[in-house]
């Protein structure tokens, strides 16, 4: 089993939608959970981190729940430019970070 | 701005070639790391550094080795390159400071073996 499990997509949706991914992690003892973007033929880029709290940024919401072991990253009003692969990242401590392998996103007009 | 440059964003390799990716940062950061990407895999850790002369095995180590010689610069090394080695090469640096698990990647080096 991966250690972090995201859905690959594409998920398609139309400018102004609401999109919500969800990553699921296996190891329990993973402390901090982050989500990266990576736009085609390009580097990933660190988009925001993600607290039990929450963490909101703009149009983009992050949320982590420990207890079912699972993130969500939650996408309002998603722009042309918002197309994209995201990528659900988790680490157990230190700078090691373990990727997913990505969710692809699609916004249409 | 951080920068992070990979000394070359293509690359053709015969089987058995013993082959050197670049990285460069300048940051002055401390750890600096090489991935490989694969579709549907995504990103694998293969080393890490965390000091100059310090390296650490990632996931995949195997096949590969590294230098770090000076702080700015990470070195991968293909000691007689396969063709399942062919993949893209991500190098990223991070900084022990702010910003501790953000990590800034370079544009990547796309290396096929032949």
């Known amino acids: ?109 | 701005d951080v920068k992070v440059t990979q000394s070359s964003r293509y690359l053709v390799k015969r089987t058995g070639e013993k082959v050197f990716l670049e990285c460069v940062q300048d940051m002055d950061h401390e750890n600096m790391f090489w991935y490989r990407q694969d579709p549907g895999l995504g990103l694998r850790l293969i080393y890490f550094s965390y000091d100059v002369k310090m390296k650490e095995k990632g996931d995949i180590p195997e096949g590969y080795s590294v230098s770090r010689e000076k702080k700015e610069r990470f070195s991968l090394i293909l000691e007689s390159a396969s063709t399942n080695q062919t993949s893209m090469y991500l190098c990223a640096s991070s900084s022990l400071g702010q910003g501790i698990y953000e990590q800034y990647f370079g544009p990547g080096t796309r290396l096929t073996v032949t």
């Open chain 1, 1 to 109: 089993r991966k250690e972090v499990e995201q859905d690959p997509g594409p998920f398609n949706v139309p400018e102004g939608a609401t999109v919500a991914f969800n990553c699921t992690y296996s190891n329990s003892a993973s402390q901090s959970f982050f989500w990266y973007r990576q736009d085609c033929r390009k580097e990933p880029k660190l988009l925001m981190s993600v607290y039990s709290s929450g963490n909101e940024d703009g149009r983009f919401t992050a949320q982590l729940n420990r207890a079912s072991q699972y993130i969500s990253l939650l996408i309002r009003d998603s722009k042309l430019s918002d197309s994209a692969t995201y990528l659900c990242v988790s680490s157990g401590g230190g700078n090691k970070l373990t990727f997913g392998t990505g969710t692809q996103l699609k916004v249409e007009l």
